[in-house]
């Protein structure tokens, strides 16, 4: 289930952003000067992001700008082109290196490949999260970026960011911290006292954080906000062309043309909501969060993976195959992400999760009751793939069956 907001398509929080982008749906922000009420929105949109991770506390220097983008592999691409860009200027890098936690998104592993940055995967602790210590035996003359994230897709665990922090500042890197997930939680979980370690602007060496507006910011599909300290860095993420027939040309992210219909369900979203809706959504999903987790220790078979800050929560099991338990799992209407290292499934809880969270709790218990009792995988489960693909010592076969797939499917 894919689905962040409550309720059904055709009425409430569904209706107000679907109006909204069907009224600008004919526009495009590529044209500053015709589309001006677009452009405002994505400047208003970008502002009070900013503000809720720190924009307006003394400690983020007062400068943090940024632009919407696509999603969270854009804004997080946006940010890497960005830092390389910066730390050639800055301190001359031509063959630059990056350093993540093998937990970051792949959407790192994708910016490496698109801007020739020769990446480092550092495995994580046993807390599952960054391994700091591990992340600076990697740091070299040539590192332009470290990573942090929070939380983490995999396991809903948010990496230790100030110490990234103290090590981007110490070596002069850049960090960017993945908070496509949290960046619309977080701050309000905070609020309502939840233990939430810093994770923003105000945390000394961060440089960049994307955000995804889609997610819980509960904007249309296609909304993102990639945020930098200064314009200094940000300046890099621009292209300008001087010498095309066209005229001159200049656009601030990868695409050129851009919808202004999202843009404005953005805005809308976030201003219907407010502060009071997305404290009361997080309020829910919290609370949804530590009655799942509770739910899943009752269970004995299985166990959740490290301690979830948030709303995703990864487990596996030392006595069924936790990914048979997927299938019947999936036999019963519900979708979860496999993970692997460890082998784990993990559920990223939404609103549609609250109603709702005592019938897959029931559910599960039942799948893993069946597997025990009766195992092996099910007609048309994925249990062998992901157990096979786990074994295989040779990755790059894998990699190539990945892609193989895809050009069949697309």
């Not at 195959?321 to 019963?332: A, G, R």
């Amino acid at each position: 289930m894919f689905w962040y907001i409550g309720g059904n398509e055709s009425e409430g929080h569904f209706s107000v952003i679907n109006e909204a982008c069907s009224m600008f749906a004919h526009t495009n922000p590529l044209h500053l000067d015709v589309f001006q009420s677009v452009v405002r929105f994505e400047a208003e949109v970008v502002a009070m992001t900013a503000a809720l991770l720190g924009s307006q506390e003394k400690g983020s220097g007062g400068q943090i700008c940024g632009n919407m983008t696509s999603g969270g592999t854009e804004s997080i691409l946006l940010a890497v082109k960005s830092s390389r860009d910066y730390m050639k200027t800055k301190k001359g890098i031509t063959k630059p290196e990056m350093i993540i936690p093998e937990s970051a998104h792949s959407a790192y592993d994708k910016a490496a490949q698109y801007f020739n940055i020769k990446l480092w995967r550092v495995p994580v602790n046993k807390e599952f999260q960054a391994d700091v210590k591990a992340i600076r035996r990697c740091i070299n003359r040539n590192t332009i970026l470290i990573v942090g994230s929070a939380p983490g897709f995999p396991h809903g665990i948010i990496d230790p960011i100030e110490d990234l922090g103290e090590l981007a500042t110490r070596f002069r890197i850049c960090l960017h911290v993945d908070l496509c997930l949290g960046g619309f939680v977080l701050p309000f979980a905070r609020k309502l006292g939840y233990p939430i370690p810093p994770f923003d602007f105000t945390v000394k060496g961060v440089t960049s954080i994307s955000v995804d507006v889609h997610k819980y910011g509960l904007a249309p599909k296609g909304t993102s906000v990639v945020l930098y300290k200064n314009r200094d860095i940000r300046k890099h993420q621009f292209v300008a062309v001087t010498e095309w027939s066209g005229g001159l040309y200049v656009s601030p992210t990868i695409a050129g043309s851009r919808p202004g219909g999202l843009i404005a369900g953005a805005w809308a979203a976030m201003m219907s909501l407010g502060e009071e809706g997305y404290l009361e959504n997080t309020k829910k999903i919290m609370e949804v969060s530590k009655r799942l987790q509770k739910g899943i220790e009752e269970i004995p078979e299985l166990f959740i993976i490290g301690r979830p800050d948030m709303t995703i929560v990864a487990f596996g099991s030392n006595v069924v195959d936790i990914f048979e338990v997927n299938d019947s799992m999936s036999s019963k209407g519900w979708h979860l992400n496999a993970l692997q290292r460890p082998n784990s499934i993990h559920i990223c809880l939404t609103l549609q999760h609250v109603p709702i969270v005592e019938e897959f709790l029931r559910d599960l218990m039942e799948s893993v009751k069946t597997v025990k009792e009766n195992p092996g995988p099910i007609s048309g489960g994925l249990a062998p793939v992901y157990g096979a693909a786990g074994k295989m010592p040779d990755r790059g076969m894998i990699q190539e069956l990945l892609v193989n797939y895809m050009d069949g499917t697309c």
